[in-house]
């Protein structure tokens, strides 16, 4: 039997005062909630998914041991994203060594091989030789994400991943808007750099750009 | 008329539609007639793509595994013993 949800309308911010009097039903209803957005939050920081959970679970023991700060002053998402970013950057702080793959290095068969757009997530031509592409391609756009420096990588997973603002990423970093905007750039630049033969390939086949997603924020 | 380098550095919030209405409007209006900061558009609005997409397939089925919250509270329980220490 499922058990109740006292506190099922109550909003984040509440819940926070709530657990601050003592009541853990408060935080187990945060936890319910969020729990899905956390793990996917890290993990797109880490992209390990064990890690991801130790990650996130390490986020809510913060906001349970720092109940007693907490004060309403941006939204809960806000202070929560904060404190996973900030375990996820440290995170990488520990590992000092990230492997940069050639990404201009093609597989066999040269350019025609590499086409990412109908690689990727093509679900209906499980081709195994595309799968292979498939996975190398994945594994490029990992590494060099990871390749990218720890602020280039947090702006550019906040605002095409997660689908935040300009003045939300601003919040979450501790940045000002115009710092967030010439990241944002900078980042997308350097990933523009690394994938040219991607994107020759794109205006090769004229392709037409579209999105897999509607909404991140829901993600 | 709106410098070609100004273009180039507002290209990306464009792209996010973060710029102000007038200024987006005197952007758009410039790429419609230059090449190469469309090109430049383009590009970036392809990597944009090209990375939603491998996000997408990466996590569209992501979830926390069901022993999540169970090992999340023998954390909480340790956490709140007497002299507990954190793991090192």
Redo the contacts between chains.
Sequence with gaps: MAKPRYYLDTPDEELMLELQQGRDEA??EI??RY??YS??FC??FV?D?ELA?DI??EG??RL??FRHKYKIKAKFITLLSKILMNLCLDEFRKRKSYKTLEIDALPDGGIDKLN??SL??DESSPNPEQEYIQKE??EK?KHT?NSLSPRYRTV?IL???HGY??KEIAEIMGASLNEV?IW??RA??Q??DK?SY??KR??VNG?Q?????SD?RT? | MVDKAIVL?Q???L??N?LPEKEALAIKQHLLCCHRCRREF??????????????????KC????TS??D??CV??RD?KKPNHRPPS
């Excluded at chain 1, 750009?209 to 997603?213: D, F, I, K, R, T």
């Excluded at chain 2, 944009?48 to 996000?55: G, P, R, T, V």
């Excluded at chain 2, 992501?62 to 595994?65: E, M, V």
Aim: net charge positive.
């Design positions: 935080f187990n936890v319910g729990k899905d793990v996917r993990y797109r992209r998914f959970e996130s679970q809510f023991i349970y041991k990412a757009h990727l997530g391609l994945g756009i994400l550019l605002r095409l991943f603002s300009y905007k944002i750039h997308r630049n990933m523009k994938f991607y994107l794109c205006e392709r750009s579209h999105s897999a997603y991140q993600s | 550095t290209i990306s919030a792209l996010d973060e383009e590009q970036l609005k392809n990597i944009d793509c090209l990375l939603n997409e491998w996000d997408y397939q990466t996590t992501l979830k926390p595994s999540y919250e090992r999340l954390r909480i956490f």
